[in-house]
């Protein structure tokens, strides 16, 4: 399962002059990036595409958000900040913790960093080399299975199930656990399969950690705010067990839809978050100041575009839902949070990836194959809903027409 599908590996070979360390062989990719290109390109030569494959809010950033960028340029956050993040950023998402965890974390214990891309390499860049092992989702957000390739540690396999809404088996994971584990990663809502794990087998798994007090974790919360069906958010902050060994990711993309902003956070525990520092001085500096200022009016400021965005994706889960289900050969669960539906296709015959490849040269849908997630995404395919109804109705017509 460590070895990279053909569709992750890196491609391209360099000439024989140049000699890029072997790591940069084992780093994989994210397709969705590769589909958007292929979709942008058939676009541009007059083909009519739906996208349902890139996973970004279909809505600007609320204005205030935007304003509050073009302010703080005018008021001269031109130079560097904190390498940490502005104390009064890390503050507000301090605040912003208390309020949707219920947990009081210290603003020293916040990074502020460009996406929440850079808290996964961070910490995966911390904990692995060669001869450690990371947990990881599977399907999962596919930068982890890549990055933890790249650094030369085991990457193994966490199986999401359909069976199970694509939660995890918190005894599975515990089963997994050996002398080498050093970092377990977690997410929940969960890309792509908008998953989401019940409390109690977040409680099964913490109560079973206790008896590995060298794993750390890693905790993907980036879909925090986007649930449905009434489901209160379940935080792994909230277990004063593990807190001295959780890294918690979560940041601004898709809740304020600041995909291209490149905000993110993470809350390190006291015995990390100096080294997680010194990788963000080495890496990036800091984020850009204007776009800390903006950070802190999303947080702070009015949250009704939060709620109405969060509203009109609900809307379209059931359509997508309900149109998926028609579609002959597929099987859709009803996802919980996020933004995507993950439907079973084995019954129309094709691979994940010839299906992905069809609907989008034979009638112009994009979407994403499930083993661009890893090997158990086979028989799947990732819907993104965000888009709109009329747009996710008209892609459901076109795949509907082009497998009957
Ligand atoms: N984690 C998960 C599960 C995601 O789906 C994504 C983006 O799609 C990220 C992290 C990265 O977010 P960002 O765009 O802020 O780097």
Request: aromatic letters at 8%; glycine letters at 8%.
């Amino acid at each position: 399962m460590a070895a990279l599908d053909s569709h992750n590996t890196a491609k391209t070979i360099a000439p024989a002059a140049l000699a890029p360390a072997a790591a940069m062989a084992r780093l994989g990719t994210e397709t969705a990036f590769d589909v958007l290109a292929k979709a942008k390109a058939m676009e541009e030569a007059g083909r009519d595409i739906i996208n349902l494959g890139i996973g970004q809010p279909d809505f600007h950033t609320p204005p205030h958000i935007v304003e509050a960028a073009v302010r703080a340029l005018r008021d001269g956050h031109h130079g560097y900040t904190p390498a940490n993040g502005a104390l009064a950023l890390r503050e507000a998402v301090a605040e912003d913790i208390a309020t949707h965890r219920c947990v009081t974390v210290r603003p020293d214990s916040v990074l502020v960093v460009p996406g929440g891309k850079v808290t996964m390499f961070f910490a995966i860049l911390m904990f692995g080399e060669p001869g450690a092992e990371i947990l990881y989702p599977n399907p999962g957000f596919p930068i982890y299975e890549s990055v933890i390739n790249f650094t030369g540690a085991k990457a193994v396999p966490i199986p999401l199930h359909e069976e199970t809404g694509f939660s995890f088996s918190a005894e599975e994971v515990l089963s997994k656990i050996g002398p080498a584990t050093r970092l377990i990663i977690l997410n929940s809502p969960a890309n792509p399969t908008g998953g989401v794990v019940p409390r109690e087998e977040f409680d099964r798994l913490v109560e079973g950690l206790a008896a590995h007090p060298q794993v750390a974790i890693l905790s993907d919360e980036i879909y925090s705010r986007m649930l449905y069906d009434g489901q209160a958010h379940v935080s792994l902050l909230e277990y004063p067990a593990i807190r001295d060994r959780l890294i918690l990711l979560d940041g601004w993309s898709k809740t304020y839809a600041m995909t291209g902003w490149r905000m993110g956070y993470s809350v390190w525990p006291d015995s990390l978050i100096e080294r997680a520092t010194r990788l963000a001085i080495n890496c990036h500096s800091c984020v850009n100041a204007a776009a800390q200022q903006a950070g802190i009016e999303a947080l702070r400021g009015p949250q009704d575009a939060v709620e109405t965005m969060v509203a009109a994706f609900d809307e379209r889960r059931e359509v997508v839902v309900e149109e998926l289900n028609r579609i002959p050969g597929f099987r859709c669960a009803v996802p919980g949070g996020a933004f995507y539906a993950f439907p079973n296709i084995t019954g129309t015959g094709y691979t994940a990836r010839e299906l992905q490849d069809k609907l989008l040269e034979e009638v112009g849908v994009a979407t994403v194959a499930g083993t661009s997630f890893g090997a158990y995404g086979e028989g799947y395919l990732r819907f993104s809903y965000a888009n709109s109804v009329a747009n996710i109705r008209e892609a459901m017509n076109r795949i509907r027409s082009c497998l009957t």
